[in-house]
Each structure stands twice: as C-alpha cells, then as structure tokens.
T-cell receptor
C-alpha cells in the first residue's frame, strides 16, 4: 500500500519570500513522485515529477523538489514566490507497475503582498 | 486538442435523483480515472479503467457506477444521489510511460445534492 502525507494544510507567505511545502510518502516498492497545482476553480496540472536519477527535479514556474529516499520525503520549494502562486498544491505517489496515483490532502499556499 | 473534457460543469440534484457525468479525452490514452475532491481530503479515486473494456474500483466506489464506452469516453453514474456525494468530480486520462502513467485532468464538475 502507498500513502502520502502533506504536513501543512495551509502555508501563508509574503510575496518574494521563499517557501517549502512538505510531503512524506510511504510505499513498499519503487516510487514515482509528483507535485500538482490547482488554481482556483480549475483542474490539476503537473508541476514536476521524480522518476529516477538526480534527486533534485525542476518544474514549471520556478518550482523545484528534492527526493530524499532515506527520509521518504519529496518537498517542494520555490526561492521567491509571486501572488500568482496562490493555489492548492498536491503531492502524489505512484508505485512501479501501478497505473493509479495516491494523493495527499493538499497544501493551500497563500501569498500576500 | 481539447485534452480532457467534462460535462456538465455544474449540477444540482435532489436526494434520490440519478445522473451521469460525462468525460472524454482526445489524447488516445488507454487509462482513464474518476476522482472526487472534498475540502481537506485531497483527491480520492472512485473508479478507473486501465484499458477499454475494463474497470476497477478505487478507494471510494460505493454509490457509483462507471462505463468505459469506448477508448475516448468514461462516464460516472450516480443511481440515487445522496448529500454525501456533494463534491467536485474530476476525470483524468493517463499516458502510459512504461512503469507509470502520467495523468492529465479535466476541469471538473461541481455537484451539489440537496
């Protein structure tokens, strides 16, 4: 079985400040990890993914995430956020050989001026 | 390419009514998925179809049925709607990348059951 824990339900931050959204996962087999973003009243779009290789992955809109196998984490970071980054962010895991995703409960990023 | 489309965008039902949510994709993907999104719960998988002609239960299948009509279309039916089914429903299709599927999401259907 696989599961995802997003440790913060809401993260308030000021514009141009750095941010980290935390994600921990559990799985008994090799995993593939994803971060999705959901802007208000829209569907989900893929921000970035970790499949294998380099543990630091870069995504769209200046976001990056680091895979840490020993800590079973996949935290999302951005060095300087914009108002337009206000959205809900979901971490998800897929295990090798499975076609389904398991999502975390989401973290709402609130960027204020 | 329209990607994944869902109809309707909004729907209000009374308890006990039935309805079908429609989903179509034009990306020639084999797999399709139905999720529900509730505040504080993330997305939970209702049903999925790994290929045309097959369907499987996800985490929260009770009260729902699905039909994989053809490769493009995957519908979700509520036979007798209940207030607990008030939610936002997302359809997704999955591109086979070998050991995993990359999923693409539709815009969602907001359903309210009174």
């Amino acid at each position: 079985a696989q599961s995802v824990t997003q440790l913060d339900s809401q993260v308030p931050v000021f514009e141009e400040a750095p941010v980290e959204l935390r994600c921990n996962y559990s799985s008994s087999v090799s995993v593939y990890l994803f971060w999705y973003v959901q802007y208000p009243n829209q569907g989900l779009q893929l921000l970035l993914k970790y499949l294998s290789g380099s543990t630091l992955v870069k995504g769209i809109n200046g976001f990056e995430a680091e895979f840490n196998k020993s800590q079973t984490s996949f935290h999302l970071r951005k060095p300087s956020v914009h108002i337009s980054d206000t959205a809900e962010y979901f971490c998800a895991v897929s295990s090798s050989g499975y076609s389904t995703l398991t999502f975390g409960k989401g973290t709402m990023l609130l960027v204020s001026p | 390419n329209a990607g994944v489309t869902q109809t309707p965008k909004f729907q209000v039902l009374k308890t006990g009514q039935s309805m079908t949510l429609q989903c179509a994709q034009d990306m020639n993907h084999n797999s399709m998925y139905w999720y529900r999104q509730d505040p504080g719960m993330g997305l939970r998988l209702i049903y999925y179809s790994a290929s045309e002609g097959t369907t499987d239960k996800g985490e929260v299948p009770n009260g729902y049925n699905v039909s994989r009509l053809n490769k493009r279309e995957f519908s979700l039916r509520l036979e007798s709607a209940a207030p607990s089914q008030t939610s936002v429903y997302f359809c997704a299709s999955g591109e086979d990348r070998g050991n995993y599927n990359e999923q693409f999401f539709g815009p969602g259907t907001r359903l309210t059951v009174l």
